[in-house]
């Protein structure tokens, strides 16, 4: 059973800076691929970036590129998201996620993930 806990939310000002940290353990991950999402008060959720494990093949979300980075650390089995210059509509319960046998194409894809953290919220206010 893969098991992942979310860490890192806060309140930062439009303009600032996060990072958020996923922390993976369960079965090995090397024929995964894994994501953050992010849901906002009256909207559907919606992907913001995705790794794939063993490859490092990186996916983002229009909006998000040239201001956040996803990575990982294969030894301690942590996903993270730096968040750079962050602005109000980027407010949201951040999720990660993971899934089995993604291929590259699909992994901005929602329904192709399995196991989903508890979330932690990112606030961006003056």
């Known amino acids: 059973q893969v098991q992942l806990v979310e860490s890192g939310g806060g309140l930062v000002q439009p303009g600032g800076s996060l990072r958020i940290s996923c922390e993976t353990s369960?079965?090995?991950?090397?024929?995964?691929?894994m994501g953050w999402f992010r849901q906002a008060p009256g909207k559907d959720r919606e992907f913001v970036a995705a790794?794939?494990?063993?490859?490092?093949?990186?996916q983002y979300k229009d909006s998000v590129k040239g201001r956040f980075t996803i990575s990982r650390d294969k030894d301690k089995n942590k996903m993270y998201l730096q968040m750079n210059n962050l602005n109000t509509e980027d407010t949201a319960g951040y999720y990660c996620?993971?899934?089995?046998?993604?291929?590259?194409?699909?992994?901005?894809?929602?329904?192709?993930?399995?196991?989903w953290g508890q979330g932690t919220q990112v606030t961006v206010s003056s």
């Open positions: 996620a993971a899934g089995c046998r993604i291929i590259i194409s699909a992994m901005s894809s929602i329904n192709k993930y399995d196991y």
């Open positions: 790794i794939r494990w063993s490859t490092g093949n990186l």
């Open positions: 369960g079965p090995t991950y090397n024929n995964y691929a």
